[in-house]
């Protein structure tokens, strides 16, 4: 997992890439939770969702936002980290010019990121969201979301309580056209410090993506060329 820099609008990004062992294989960005709350590309819940992706057979980037390790600049309480965002994926659609789609997935701060950058690129297919802090920031932006996707939360989440998620998600699930998978983990906090909430979360997202073809074709071809 080799760390890479590349060029952000406010100075270098820091971040650990993942090439598909497949040729033209899909895309995928995870972004990180809010930095003054010591969010990194290192969380752990970034780190695994940053697996499963490789594992199914992705071009992976995860990154820090400005400000956070060795990226330049400073926190920009959003507008910034959505344009680190946008240049993450255009890093990665120059380096793989012929992939067919792309992935967004973010935790807390990082699924607000994500989900306005699904708005601003077409070619996003779905999106993954962790614990979208829908008590904390707006996110009627999404009029229409242009893409399905799966929305993860932990029911005992005391930083973005379980019913303003699924608030947000019910307003989803009003429009026309697009698919909110959106599933609970039990005993899961907004941390999700235990390995059994980990592997959960993990379950989650390879069986709605499954469900949906999310690198499936990708990962088949993985399996039979072992």
Request: charged share 20%.
């Amino acid at each position: 997992m080799p760390e890479i820099i590349f060029n952000g609008p406010a100075g270098r990004l820091e971040g650990r890439y993942t090439h598909s062992k497949m040729q033209n294989a899909p895309l995928a960005i995870v972004l990180h939770p809010n930095p003054e709350h010591g969010g990194t590309m290192n969380n752990k819940v970034v780190y695994h969702l940053f697996q499963t992706f490789v594992e199914r057979g992705f071009s992976t980037l995860r990154f820090n936002f400005r400000g956070v390790g060795h990226s330049q600049g400073m926190y920009d309480k959003g507008e910034g980290e959505l344009s680190d965002a946008a240049s993450a994926l255009d890093w990665m659609q120059d380096l793989n010019p012929n992939a067919p789609y792309s992935w967004v997935g973010g935790f807390s701060f990082g699924a607000w990121i994500g989900m306005q950058l699904l708005m601003r690129r077409p070619e996003v297919k779905g999106f993954i969201s962790i614990s979208p802090p829908a008590n904390l920031y707006d996110f009627s932006f999404l009029a229409p979301c242009p893409t399905s996707g799966l929305i993860l939360q932990g029911m005992q989440d005391s930083f973005v309580p379980e019913p303003y998620v699924e608030k947000l998600v019910q307003k989803l699930r009003a429009q026309k056209g697009i698919a909110i998978d959106y599933r609970t983990i039990e005993k899961a906090t907004h941390f999700y410090k235990n390995d059994s909430d980990i592997e959960a979360l993990r379950s989650h997202v390879h069986d709605h993506m499954n469900r949906v073809g999310g690198g499936r074709e990708v990962l088949t071809d993985l399996i039979a060329a072992a």
